[in-house]
């Protein structure tokens, strides 16, 4: 019988916000699966929260950070297959993410050709990065009838959502700091940013404005902007 491919978020950085769920499948499974580039950090994360999976098998997948459009596409068809063999083989697979399985997650792409091939799939949400900020910023994100906006800091249009009425959360926003901050000082909002870097991280920093941020900041930087 074949496997079946899990997508589980581990959510931002502390093991101690795994879900039980994901806990218990990356404690069953046979393999565990994650991005050969970056530093590993869901891995990291799910070692810290799960002792058994340190001795798991892993399969490093080469899924480059690029917008070629058919790097991207030959790097996740290749991936698909390398996990679609595993499961031919009947091992439950965990791909490890993250964050939340849902948001801004390699694993989407990589679930829907998995699928395609007939392999069954199942998504394991984990802790969105910007409920943990916000809660490391003490602060709510939203409330009563403000909108609250997630935006890909370093993509075209992000500039333009800056003026939307709400709450603006801008993800993974330290190798596009440069452009967002001068988009935001436009918009007179350097006050009215907050940010939290590696949050849940060894290497976690909270910034109260924009300006005490700007300058070097890890990929995993997520800023909160206020109305």
């Known amino acids: 019988m074949n496997g079946k491919l899990y997508g589980v978020g581990v959510g931002p950085g502390d093991p ?12 069953g499974c046979d393999r565990l699966a994650f991005p050969s580039s970056g530093d590993r950090v869901a891995y990291t994360i799910a070692c810290g929260a ?5 001795q798991k098998p892993v399969l490093e997948l ?23 063999a595993c499961l031919e083989q009947g091992e439950q697979v965990v791909f490890l993410t993250i964050g939340d399985v849902s948001i801004y997650s390699t694993y989407t792409y990589l679930q829907t050709l998995v699928r395609r091939m007939g392999y069954a799939v199942e998504m394991v949400p984990g802790v969105p990065s910007f409920c943990a900020v916000a ?5 709510p994100l939203v409330e009563g009838g403000t909108p609250l906006h997630l935006l890909p800091a370093s993509y075209a249009g992000t500039e333009q959502a ?21 988009a935001l000082h436009r918009r007179g909002l350097g006050d009215k940013t907050q940010a939290v870097e590696q949050c ?22 997520t800023l909160v902007v206020t109305d």
């Open 16 to 27: 101690e916000l795994v879900t039980l769920k994901a806990a218990r499948l990356i404690a």
């Open 200 to 221: 849940g991280l060894p290497g976690e920093q909270v910034y109260g404005c924009l300006e005490a941020l700007e300058g070097q900041a890890h990929y995993l930087t």
């Open 50 to 54: 799960v002792p058994q999976a340190a």
């Open 62 to 84: 080469e899924l480059p950070m690029t917008r070629d459009a058919q790097a991207l596409e030959y790097s996740r068809q290749q991936a698909a297959e390398q996990l679609a």
């Open 162 to 182: 800056l003026d939307w009425p709400g709450t603006k959360v801008l993800m993974k926003s330290g190798r596009s700091l440069e452009q967002v901050a001068q």
């Open 135 to 139: 809660a490391r910023l003490g602060a």
